[in-house]
């Protein structure tokens, strides 16, 4: 009889524990919850989303708080290149003044990491950082890159103990290979009109 | 056909064509040059895309032997073609090589080096065509590894299957060969009508249609003459359509419309209105492969401009390296300027000869400068020669200008992916602009930056999947904690309930006796 009277109580106790402490954290995200202004899910939206850093700032979100609080420039984020500045600065109202800043604004190439085989030694800490799952491999077995799926956020080559692990322009093939932009101030070469 | 008024007033029966040009044909230099076939080459270079659509997968690997015929790469996905052996020999590469593209770059590519011997394997099985399906027919094309001739190279399997999807009634065979300088379709025609004609119905056959055809430029007299001496197969009776010699004739949508009258709606398929293209040499090698169980194997390709020692029309085999294609016309005369692959006008210019002639190319040509003009682009001055040029009714002065101030959207809107890339506007230019030039660039350039689109919505998902997974983990690893805890906890505490129950035993104190 005595035992179950301690089990009973310690259930109740602790019961009661749970519940008053649910009870005031419920209480206080509704007292002190914080509106976060809509621009900040908005800009969220138009981020990559892949939280990959590059920009200093822990995470997508991070970067659109500051963003939104005009504590970093549109022009932040490395894999969204020229076109995601362009649209943040429509949303947040930087307007007209965006053009000129973006004028030198090019996106650079992009870069997707390539593993050297020979030094990888299979020790997976790379692939446990990539935040796309762009890197296949196993313990002790050489890993490699999905080359489709890297979004060259340099995360793997700053874990890679060996250094095998580069950032390199996107190779180009067949399926992403076009004509570049006429030079209209050079010579072209066409068929003759008459001979 | 029911008597109408305006077939009275336009006693051809065609249609009119909006723009187009009339560039020198120079097809002159190889008209009366008669097919030759060329013999084996030191070297065959399959590369596995030689198709729109995805890259066939090798089925052998170095140091296979392999026997003429035999598929050394099999399709892959529903638009893809198989790769067939056109002579027997070793496979002494399977790896990557310069692809005949204007980019020059490597794709993977199968090397075989012939024996000599050009002994066949066994055949595709025979089928009668008299009683056999239109299912049977096209896939008899797919084994074939057949793909459009005319230069785009579209799988002629996926096009022959089109018959289950729409209700079509007329087949059109190509066989305008607008492009300057190239006279294989035509020699075909004219030596081989029979088994061209024989293709056609086949494939009308596999369609379900009830009319053939055959659209040919009227600078082609004895092509005319040589089809028409053959107009009945299968039960089939086709019609000729003697077309104007104008560029672009051959582009499939214009021969539609200049044909028929109606107009293919943009960017979907003439299908649609019931009528499918394809072209001659298409035709020719669905005889082959349906009469004769052969498979694309080799093709007509026509050797020319003033470049060349003498140009001429060879049968090449698939695969077979520029360079010796152009050795057995008797080489260079050291005065070309540019080396082109495919026509003049929608050809591209190659940086090495070593590249192989492959399934969709029609031409190789060396043009020297005579026959070439370049020159120096000059300001726009509005005068609109592109504008009455170009075939389907763009404006290419203006999607120029925006595409220069690199506001492609705005080429879009004034109808950039209208363009067939047929290059009229940029031979009338009087400013010498490279006007379609710009809008490969620009068409490619969207097609990049839509794919990046696609592949920014990919890791995306990939991000927050793993994000997802981690969490999932997470929660798992903590779950586990947790029942591990509690499971302590219990076993603690039955310990200490068992040492107080042992502790209590030797006491003698009867349980009563607490009770």
């Known amino acids: 009889m005595f035992e179950g009277v301690t089990m009973l109580t310690a259930a109740l106790s602790m019961t009661a524990l749970g519940a008053g402490l649910g009870a005031m954290l419920g209480i206080a995200a509704r007292r002190f919850h914080v509106e976060t202004p809509p621009i900040v899910d908005e800009i969220e939206q138009l981020m990559p989303g892949t939280n990959c850093g590059q920009c200093s700032f822990p995470g997508c979100r991070a970067a659109a708080e500051a963003v939104a609080g005009g504590n970093a420039p549109v022009t932040l984020c490395p894999p969204g290149g020229r076109d995601l ?3 943040l600065a429509e949303v947040t109202g930087a307007g007209d003044a965006i053009e000129s800043e973006l004028a030198g604004f090019e996106d650079a190439a992009p870069q997707v990491a390539f593993i050297f085989e020979d030094h990888c030694t299979g020790c997976t800490k790379c692939f446990k950082r990539c935040p796309t799952d762009a890197i296949v491999g196993a313990a002790k077995q050489v890993h490699t890159v999905v080359t489709d799926a890297c979004i060259g956020c340099d995360a793997c080559v700053q874990v890679c103990p060996t250094e095998a692990i580069i950032l390199r322009g996107k190779p180009r093939t067949l399926a992403n290979w076009y004509w570049g932009k006429p030079d209209l101030s050079h010579t072209a070469t066409m068929l003759g009109r008459a001979t | 056909m029911s008597f109408s008024l305006a077939h009275l007033m336009n006693p051809t029966g065609l249609f009119a064509l909006n723009g187009g040009i009339h560039p020198q044909g120079r097809k002159f230099l190889t008209a009366d040059a008669a097919i030759e076939a060329m013999p084996l080459p030191s070297l065959i270079r399959l590369p596995l895309r030689q198709h729109i659509g995805a890259q066939a997968e090798p089925l052998v690997k170095r140091g296979d032997e392999v026997l003429k015929g035999q598929m050394i790469a099999r399709a892959r996905g529903s638009v893809s073609a198989h790769v067939h052996a056109p002579t027997s020999g070793r496979v002494i590469a399977v790896g990557y090589f310069a692809a005949p593209h204007p980019s020059g770059l490597p794709v993977p590519t199968v090397t075989i ?4 011997k050009d002994r066949w394997g066994p055949r595709l099985p025979r089928i009668h065509i008299e ?6 027919i096209a896939t008899r094309a797919a084994e074939a590894g057949i793909v459009g001739m005319g230069g785009a190279g579209f799988p002629a399997a996926v096009k022959l299957h089109l018959g289950r999807k729409y209700d079509l009634d007329t087949l059109i065979i190509n066989g305008a060969e607008c492009e300057p300088y190239l006279t294989c379709d035509d020699r075909l025609m004219r030596e081989h009508a029979e088994e061209v004609v024989d293709g056609a119905a086949i494939m009308a056959k596999a369609l379900g249609v009830q009319r053939i055809i055959f659209g040919i430029e009227s600078n082609k007299p004895e092509a005319i003459a040589a089809i028409s001496r053959f107009r009945h197969a299968l039960g089939y009776t086709i019609s000729i359509k003697v077309l104007p010699t104008q560029y672009p004739m051959g582009s499939g ?3 539609v419309k200049i044909i028929t009258g109606r107009e293919t709606p943009a ?9 499918v293209v394809h072209n001659t040499a ?3 090698a669905m005889h082959l492969a349906a009469r004769y169980g052969e498979p694309s194997l080799s093709r007509v390709v026509t050797v020319s401009g003033r470049g060349v020692k003498t140009p ?8 077979t390296p520029v360079t010796e294609i152009i050795d057995h016309c008797g080489g260079l005369t050291g005065t070309e300027e540019q080396l082109l692959l495919g026509g003049p006008m929608m050809g591209f210019p190659i940086r090495s000869l070593r590249i192989p002639a492959i399934k969709s190319t029609s031409g190789i040509l060396a043009l020297t400068k005579a026959e070439l003009r370049k020159s120096q682009a000059m300001p726009c001055i509005r005068c609109g020669s592109c504008v009455q040029a170009c075939p389907s009714g763009l404006t290419p002065f203006e999607m120029n200008a925006r595409i220069q101030a690199d506001n492609l959207e705005g080429a879009v809107e004034i109808g950039l992916m209208d363009c067939i890339a047929c290059g009229c506007c940029t031979f009338m230019c009087p400013s010498n602009i490279p006007l379609v030039q710009g809008f490969s660039y620009a068409k490619g ?11 920014r919505e990919e890791t995306k998902r990939l991000a927050a999947a793993r994000t997802a997974r981690e969490e999932a983990i997470a929660a798992a690893k903590r779950e586990a904690m947790a029942k591990r805890k509690a499971q302590m906890a219990e076993k603690k505490r039955r310990e200490a309930e068992a040492k107080a129950a042992e502790g209590a035993a030797p006491g003698a104190a009867p349980e009563g006796a607490v009770k």
């Open chain 2, 131 to 136: 009683d056999a399906s239109a299912d049977e």
């Open chain 2, 253 to 255: 949508n214009h021969l």
């Open chain 2, 113 to 116: 080096r012939p024996d000599g």
């Open chain 2, 445 to 455: 350039r969207l097609a990049e930056k839509q794919s990046q689109e696609h592949q």
């Open chain 1, 85 to 87: 500045a362009l649209q």
């Open chain 2, 282 to 284: 298409t035709a020719h």
């Open chain 2, 267 to 275: 960017r979907a398929l003439s299908a649609e209105l019931g009528i």
């Open chain 2, 312 to 319: 001429r029309n060879l049968r090449v085999l698939v695969g």
